[in-house]
């Protein structure tokens, strides 16, 4: 319950209390640490024939595990708006970008994130539902505090990129293809902006 606060919350009592019989004896005990016996309650939840109809909630229960884990994550400098500005302007396109160790990358069928966000704020959750398509999220640690982030399919496009580590000459040229070469070269700074805001990266290098 104190590691997957918003599903006890969303299950309540009863339901929590069928859930966490169910994981215990299908999963019993097998590390010294108890920050790791909830480990696999989102693949249960997926799987288990008395929760797998209900897909938002292994969903909420894998934000929070990615939470969890952001939180307790490696320790590494964000890079900063100012390390960009010292580099020369005919280097930018061969920059690639360093992801946070925290950060890491979820993809939800369903509305959990709304159905978390309105846990968290102690407000009536809306209804389960199947998304149209695929929700993106990303989920990192800022300074002390586990954050998470829907991005939108060009967004997440250039960050599964650039974690990947292409170049941001190549982003730039990916988000004209992607959306259109109106703008782009906007729209990519834009995001890479507000990753570095956000504090979701690490550092960046010079291509070879």
């Given amino acids: 319950a104190d590691d997957y606060v918003k599903v006890h919350d ?3 009592d009863v339901g929590f209390a069928k859930l966490a019989k169910s994981y215990i004896a299908a999963h019993p005990s097998d590390r010294r640490s108890a920050r790791d016996f909830g480990r696999h309650v989102p693949d249960f939840l997926r799987t288990n024939p008395g929760f797998a109809a209900h897909a938002e909630v292994a969903e909420i229960a894998a934000l929070e595990k990615a939470l969890a884990d952001a939180f307790d994550g490696p320790e590494a400098e964000p890079l900063s708006l100012a390390a960009l500005a010292e580099v020369a302007p005919e280097l930018w396109s061969k920059l690639v970008f360093t992801p946070h160790p925290t950060a890491l990358r979820v993809t ?7 159905i978390w966000s309105a846990l968290r704020d102690e407000s009536a959750p809306p209804p389960p539902r199947r998304l149209p398509e695929p929700q993106a999220i990303l989920v990192w640690r800022q300074d002390v505090t586990a954050r998470f982030k829907p991005l939108g399919p060009e967004e997440v496009m250039m960050w ?3 974690a990947a580590g292409t170049r941001f000459g190549v982003l730039c040229e990916m988000v004209a293809t992607y959306g259109g070469e109106d703008g782009a070269d906007f729209r990519a700074a834009s995001y890479l902006k507000d990753w570095v805001d956000m504090g979701s990266l690490a550092g960046f290098r010079l291509a070879s």
């Fill in 108 to 114: 939800f069928a369903t509305n959990a994130a709304d």
């Fill in 160 to 162: 599964d990129e650039a």
């Fill in 10 to 12: 969303y299950l309540v």
